[in-house]
């Protein structure tokens, strides 16, 4: 029972959608200047023994800490009140910004080594010698893949310095994508991709390939676990849908 309580409370952490607030034993105080590390830990070891703090600052409601952390190979954020006895998971938005300032701050110390990405088995959409190079993660039979497909294309008929570099990456609910994703691999074909989009009928692989294989091993590796995902050149993650006028942002704001 202690050990579902406890990934229970891992899952409301790690997630940055979902708002939560628990009561943690620490210290009384009316005016608290400053959190060490040591302290950090100390306050959110007992709901988290591995926790290893990287960083504290204050928070963008000034009444609190926000704790960038690392748990189980995961990084997170938690927010701890001055008076270090409440921590709190989940989301601060700023409403007249329309931001969710933990969303961008989540996928800022979640960013990516870019460099290590493969890009032998990625489809070219754009110029090959555009300055900003986006990767994406599709899945053939996804439709939010579909919706993003047709942004990225206004993207690059406005843009000529965003071009998009795009890997296979089959959801095990779509029972057909990865036989469609090998195909379209073994072609490195775009219209193969934009065909099964459009819900054509795909040919099977013509050759042996472990390409798809290795990008399910990345995606994990990364916390990607839904499509579409795009990588930023700066190697910030953002997952879900995104229109041409918000990826053209990320670009320009990197």
């Known amino acids: 029972m202690r050990k579902i309580l406890f990934f229970a409370v891992m899952a409301l952490i790690l997630n ?7 009561s943690t034993k620490g210290q009384d105080c009316t005016t608290c200047h400053s ?7 100390d306050i959110l070891k007992n709901i988290m023994p591995n926790v290893k703090v990287k960083d504290v600052k204050v928070s963008p409601i000034k009444a609190m800490w926000e704790v960038e952390f690392e748990a189980d190979a995961k990084k997170g954020l938690v927010y701890i009140d001055f008076s270090k006895r409440y921590a709190v998971s989940g989301s601060i938005l700023d409403i007249k910004e329309k931001k969710n300032l933990t969303q961008d701050r989540y996928a ?3 960013r990516v080594d870019v460099s290590k990405i ?4 990625a489809l070219l959409l754009g110029n090959k010698d555009a300055k900003n190079k986006i990767i994406v993660f599709t899945d053939p039979d996804c439709p939010f893949c579909v919706k993003l497909h047709a942004e990225i294309k206004k993207v690059v008929a406005e843009r000529k ?3 998009f570099q795009i890997k296979l990456f089959p959801l095990p609910m779509h029972k057909d994508a990865f036989e469609k994703s090998k195909a379209i691999v073994c072609e490195k074909s ?6 099964a989009f459009e819900k054509k009928p795909i040919a099977k692989a013509k050759c042996k390939t472990k ?10 590796k990364f916390g990607i676990n839904g499509t579409p995902a795009l990588i930023l050149p700066n190697g910030k993650v953002s997952s879900g849908f995104r229109d041409a006028a918000a990826i053209k942002e990320m670009i320009d704001k990197k």
């Open 211 to 220: 390409a798809i294989d290795e990008n399910i091993a990345l995606a994990k």
């Open 118 to 121: 493969p890009l032998k088995d």
């Open 190 to 195: 775009l219209q193969m991709l934009e065909d």
């Open 108 to 110: 800022d110390i979640n």
């Open 16 to 22: 940055t959608g979902t708002s939560s607030a628990f």
């Open 161 to 163: 310095d965003i071009a």
């Open 35 to 41: 959190l060490k590390k040591e302290e950090a830990v």
